[in-house]
Each structure stands twice: as C-alpha cells, then as structure tokens.
C-alpha cells in the first residue's frame, strides 16, 4: 500500500517539474514543496497545490521532504545531487529518461535512497492538477529503485493511471530516443508538412487545421490496429510515379525538406515489403531517393 502521506518535494519547476506534481496532488499524495531557480516557477506551483510551500533553496526544500524528485534539466541533476546534504532514509529521484540512478551516486553515498520515474509523456500546456492527471491516463512509466523506493515508485506508476516498466542501465538511452522520436521529432515532422501547406498560400492555423484530423487518425489507427495496418502512402503501395512527383516539387520547391522525406521513405521501405511491395518497385523507389537526395 502506497504511504501517500510522505512529504513530497520537487527541485525545477519546468514543464515536468509543474506537470508531474499537479498529477500526484489530483491522486491524493502530499506535495509539500517546490524550488526552483526561478521563484516565480516555484510559486506557481505552490499557488496551485494546497499545502505547497515554495523554497528558496534545495537544501531547504529537501530538510522538510521525505522523497524528492529532481526534474531539473538533466545536465544539472548530478550537480544538484552533489551539492544538498541528504540524509540516511531519504528518497531522491531523478526523472531522466536517458540517464540510470547512478547519476545520484551523491545522494547515495550519503544514505539516501535513489531511484529514476520517467512517464512516457509528454506535460506541454497543462495547467492545473486535472489536466495533468489525465495527460498520465495510460501512460508508461521507467522506474528504478533501492529498497522500498522500487515498489512505492511502482505503485506511484499505477496510481497515476500508467504502467510501470523497468529498463536495463544501458538500454535506458535507447528507450529515450524512442520518446523523442515518438513526440518531439513528430513535432519536427509535423513542421514540414506545415511548411508545404505555407508554401501553396495557406497559414499555419489552417495548415494545422488540416493535418490535426490526419495525424490523429493515423496515432489512433497505430493503436488500434498496429503499425503496419496503419501505414499508408506512395510507398507502402510501391507507387514509384508519386514519389517521383513529390521529391520533384520538393526539390523545386523546398529542397530543405528533401533529406526529411527521403529519409522517412527508406524507413518506410520494409513496410512496404510487409504490404507486399515487389524487389522490382522497391528498387525503383531507392533509385528515386538516391537520385534526388543526391542534389542536396
């Protein structure tokens, strides 16, 4: 059973440092204080949690909470960890996709307990706790932890609506730049096909108007259905000749986008082997993209 009484301090209030402790107070746990390089992030915070108090430093943050998460940029978090003086029994946790627990060796060598809770998610625009806990509905969850930290950070995980996973040490990396794949590189993606749309006249309001309803369908085709069900296009149908007319007008056109489109269709290739696509029109299409990317 999950302790939810233990106090709770967060260190960075950006968008996860704001994000995950509105979802934790919309559940029931006891967030109980905030510090931030900016005070004014630190109050924000505070003004929307009750019984949050803001602080001015992370020594004094962390002298009043049982179990503190450090959802600083992740260049700082071993600074942060170096310079508190934690104490034995405590908790502190790292939010790093990317990074093990051994980025809090500071806190450990001290007696504190460590561990890592990164939601596959992402908390851009939330603003208040019923936002944020519904941001977390399904969501997936890397945890690790010593002792009673692993399982209250599991239980965390499914009090929140997730799932929990464990990811080896050395997988970690990889396991992160699926996210940034599957969110901010979208966001890139996403970009340049507004781009296009602002290339034939049409604002960015109605370029996003139009590709909202196509994107979205596609994340919840992938969902329901798979991704190979899910792919569609020129090249999962081995349709050389439409290829051929859009790696044209982008070259004529917006040739910063040609090693975006090329690069997506050879990774489309062994999706179209899966539809069914034949060696003969796979080789024409790799022609096509060799030919094009080669005047870039």
Not at 95 to 115: E, F, H, I, N, V
Not at 210 to 233: E, F, K
Not at 261 to 282: E, I, M, N, T, W
């Amino acid at each position: 059973m999950v302790d939810k009484d233990l106090a709770i301090g967060f260190i960075g209030i950006g968008v996860l440092g704001k994000g995950l402790p509105l979802a934790q107070s919309a559940r029931g746990y006891r967030v109980a204080g905030a510090c931030s390089r900016s005070a004014t992030s630190a109050q924000w915070l505070a003004d929307r949690i009750p019984g949050c108090d803001a602080y001015t430093s992370a020594q004094e943050l962390a002298d009043t909470a049982d179990l503190v998460f450090i959802t600083t940029p992740d260049s700082i978090i071993g600074e942060v960890a170096s310079a508190v003086d934690w104490r034995p029994g405590q908790a502190v946790v790292h939010c790093c996709g990317a990074a093990s627990t051994g980025l809090l060796a500071p806190a450990k060598k001290l007696g504190a307990l460590t561990g890592a809770f990164h939601p596959f998610q992402t908390f851009a625009g939330v603003q208040n706790p019923e936002e944020s806990s519904d941001r977390l509905a399904g969501v997936t969850f890397a945890i690790a932890g010593d002792g009673w930290l692993a399982g209250y950070l599991h239980d965390m995980a499914r009090l929140l609506g997730g799932y929990p996973v464990v990811v080896a040490d050395e997988l970690r990396p990889i396991y992160h730049a699926a996210a940034v794949l599957g969110c901010g590189y979208l966001v890139a993606l996403l970009q340049g096909a507004v781009s296009l749309w602002e290339e034939m006249g049409f604002s960015t309001e109605e370029a996003v108007r139009a590709l909202y309803p196509l994107a979205n369908a596609t994340l919840d085709n992938v969902a329901r259905h798979g991704i190979s069900a899910a792919a569609t296009g020129p090249v999962v149908r081995g349709d050389a000749v439409t290829m051929r007319s859009h790696l044209e007008s982008i070259f004529l056109r917006m040739p910063e986008l040609l090693p975006v489109y090329s690069s997506l269709a050879r990774a489309s290739f062994p999706l179209a082997v899966k539809h069914g696509v034949g060696p003969d029109q796979l080789t024409a299409m790799e022609e096509l993209v060799d030919h094009y990317v080669g005047y870039d």
